[in-house]
């Protein structure tokens, strides 16, 4: 019955209007933690949307629109992250010096050089905090930003995420090689075993670069995916999911299964603000494709070695 559960919950799979975050909460930002998994950190980005950000010729900066969280999403005063900086709308990572992967959700099918997103592989908590910024905009040199130069792989059908064969995930040549970040290793067969435990790292909500681990695969039999209980919401979606032990990549979310919304409406306050959901127990988790889904992988990473 159980089973049965959790089948009927990912049906109604979704990448942003759902979440799943379990009690105790293991969102832990990059520069407040210890984990042996931290220097995989350095081969995460945040992507930010072309319309968020403008560019300013004479001082070879980048202007990124930035917005507090908590106005952002209506949440109540004394609610998580309330005060924190939402910059990020995807997560992506390296898998050679110049080959990004990423949920096929996040990106288009072709690279728009005026209309792509960028990469941005520095963006933590520390880092934000020390760059100019005012009220509206924060400050980031040309330099630490990076952009789509072709799409080598590329799978999602439209919005359908209600479709549990789904896979979901996007190769990406980038346009110059990423320095200071060595790529996560990745598995290239069989599947992660039954019961191992996983972390992703990412920008739930869009905020600075954060870990997420205790977690564990709950569902393992599908051809193109698994499914564990990951604390994971808007802006992990093309995170890496590696396996605490090994420290491989073994696969991208790209969903969640809740079959409910990422908030609920706090009716004690006048104002009806909103409020995470956060779970006790599990309840539906995170859906994670498996990299050994992406059909021509080798064959690219050789090719832009």
């Known amino acids: 019955m159980k089973i049965y559960i959790i089948l009927l919950l990912c049906l109604l799979c979704s990448d942003v209007s759902q979440g799943a975050i379990y009690r105790p909460l293991d969102f832990k930002f990059i520069d407040a933690s210890n984990h042996k998994m931290v ?28 917005q507090k969280i908590g106005k952002k999403y209506n949440l109540c005063e004394n609610e998580l992250f309330y005060e924190r900086t939402s910059i990020a709308n995807c997560t992506g990572f390296l898998v050679s010096p110049r080959v990004l992967i990423t949920a096929g959700h996040c990106v288009t099918k072709v690279c728009d050089q005026k209309n792509s997103g960028f990469w941005w592989f520095g963006f933590t908590d520390k880092k934000i905090r020390s760059l100019p910024q005012n009220r509206r905009h924060v400050e980031v040199k040309e330099e630490n930003f990076y952009r789509c130069d072709k799409i080598l792989e590329h799978h999602f059908l439209g919005d359908a995420f209600v479709d549990i064969e789904q896979n979901d995930y996007a190769m990406i040549l980038l346009d110059r090689i990423v320095i200071n970040s060595m790529p996560l290793l990745f598995r290239t067969e069989g599947k992660v075993e039954n019961n191992a ?23 393992n039999f599908h051809k193109y995916y698994f499914s564990a209980d990951l604390d994971a919401i808007d ?17 991208i979310i790209v969903r969640t299964c809740t079959g409910r919304p990422s908030f609920f409406i706090d ?25 050994t889904s992406i059909p021509n992988i080798i064959k690219w990473l050789e090719i832009y070695k």
């Open 197 to 219: 435990r996983v972390l992703t790292i990412g920008h739930p909500l869009g905020f600075a670069k954060t870990i997420s681990d205790n977690a564990t695969i709950k569902l």
């Open 39 to 66: 220097m995989h950190a350095q081969s995460v980005a945040a992507y930010i949307l072309s319309e968020k950000v403008t560019y300013d010729s004479k001082k070879q900066v980048y202007y990124l629109e930035i």
């Open 267 to 291: 009716r004690s306050k006048n104002e009806w603000c909103r409020r995470l959901y956060i779970d006790k127990f599990y309840y539906g988790g995170t859906d994670i494709v498996r990299i």
């Open 235 to 251: 802006g992990n979606s093309g995170g890496p999911v590696l396996n605490e032990e090994t420290g491989i990549v073994e696969g």
